[in-house]
């Protein structure tokens, strides 16, 4: 069974501040990823890792940053939060080889 | 380049009867993979099933089966005797060929599984 997990489940913020959205996977799983979706729609996927110290920048722009220091933790970080910003954040983790991603249960983001 | 085109945004069902979920991809590598995950209005990702290009018989697991048709691209998702829990967003999704291969999803369908 897939164990990854990220924190805070739901967030309503003011335009401006700084967030840290987390995300841990305890399957030693050496590729993990970061998408954002809005209601109702397709994902894209906006960071991605290969494993520690490796980060990508995915297909969407995005003006969030994110590290890899170690294998299972995977945070992404706003520096200023603006309203444009509020989506659903799903993270996601495989194996190198492996077909399958698994999710997390997403961060709903509400900047005002 | 990879892209996914699910063309129905929305689809309904009667309770216990088959529907097919529609999706055709397009990829120049010669091996890839694709998948099928399904989102509850709670907004987690559950992956339903995956297809291997090279795998000779469609792929099932349970009530959910994918038709692969490789000539055509097509990649569609067939639940068998639909219950309210269905309802949901799906999403077809694709990956290239190597082991640092990135995914690619569709815009989803909506289905609604109707008592």
């Known amino acids: 069974e897939a164990d990854i997990y990220q924190t805070p489940r739901y967030l309503v913020i003011g335009t401006g501040k700084k967030i840290t959205l987390e995300c841990s996977q305890t399957?030693?799983?050496?590729?993990m990823y970061w998408y954002q979706q809005d209601p109702g729609m397709e994902l894209h996927l906006i960071h991605y890792?290969?494993?520690?110290?490796?980060?990508e920048k995915g297909d969407l722009s995005s003006e969030s940053t994110v590290s890899r220091i170690r294998t299972e933790h995977f945070p992404l970080t706003l520096e200023s939060a603006r309203p444009s910003h509020t989506s659903q954040y799903l993270c996601?983790?495989?194996?190198?080889?492996?077909?399958?991603?698994?999710f997390g249960p997403g961060t709903r983001l509400t900047v005002l | 380049a990879q892209k996914i085109t699910q063309t129905q945004p929305g689809m309904f069902v009667q309770e216990k009867e088959a529907v097919t979920l529609d999706c055709t991809y397009d990829?120049?590598?010669?091996?890839?993979?694709l998948f099928w995950y399904k989102q509850p209005s709670s907004g987690e990702m559950i992956f339903l099933i995956y297809?291997?290009?090279?795998?000779?018989q469609n792929a099932t697991e349970g009530r959910y089966s994918l038709n692969f048709q490789k000539a055509r691209k097509s990649a569609n998702l067939v639940i068998s005797a639909s219950q309210l829990g269905d309802s949901a967003m799906y999403f077809c999704?694709?990956?290239?060929?190597?082991?640092?291969?990135?995914?690619?999803f569709g815009t989803g369908t909506k289905l609604q599984v109707i008592p």
């Open positions: 996601a983790s495989g194996m190198v080889g492996g077909h399958e991603q698994f």
């Open positions: 399957m030693g799983h050496d590729k």
């Open positions: 890792s290969y494993g520690v110290n490796s980060t």
């Open positions: 990829t120049s590598d010669p091996s890839y993979g």
């Open positions: 297809q291997g290009s090279y795998d000779q």
């Open positions: 999704a694709m990956s290239g060929s190597g082991g640092y291969q990135k995914v690619t």
